[in-house]
């Protein structure tokens, strides 16, 4: 399944919301709803940093009006996250039994391995 995009804006972890490029002939800054595609010349934006760009002196900003919305999942989005709850649900499918795993130890979430030299 495809991860969700997110913010731009370093330390930034909301999904975006917004797509920023610059049109650096007519020195503007475009904030437009999110585009389809990731480009590398254009910069993904939670909806508070799309809110608050600011540009140089002598810049102008274009931007969109109304509120910005979450994109909508993909039938391919979908798609994996049915394959994946199905996979998940299958009784055939192996179960790696609780406690000591071969090779290591296993407590909750965690897993012990043991060290390469002393084997």
Excluded at 40 to 51: F, K, N, R
Excluded at 77 to 93: K, P
Aim: net charge negative; aromatic share 6%; hydrophobic share 35%.
């Amino acid at each position: 399944m495809r991860s969700v995009r997110r913010c731009s804006r370093t330390g930034c972890l909301n999904p975006a919301v917004a797509t920023l490029t610059y049109a650096y002939a007519d020195s503007t800054a475009v904030v437009g709803p999110l585009a389809t595609y990731a480009e590398p010349h254009s910069y993904d934006l939670c909806e508070a940093h799309a809110l608050r760009l600011t540009v140089p002196k002598g810049w102008e900003v274009v931007r969109h009006e109304g509120e910005f919305a979450p994109p909508e999942p993909s039938d391919d989005d979908l798609t994996a996250l049915a394959e994946a709850v199905r996979e998940a649900g299958r009784s055939d499918r192996p179960v790696e039994p609780q406690g000591f795993a071969p090779g290591g130890s296993r407590r909750g979430h965690l897993r012990a391995l043991p060290d390469p030299i002393d084997e």
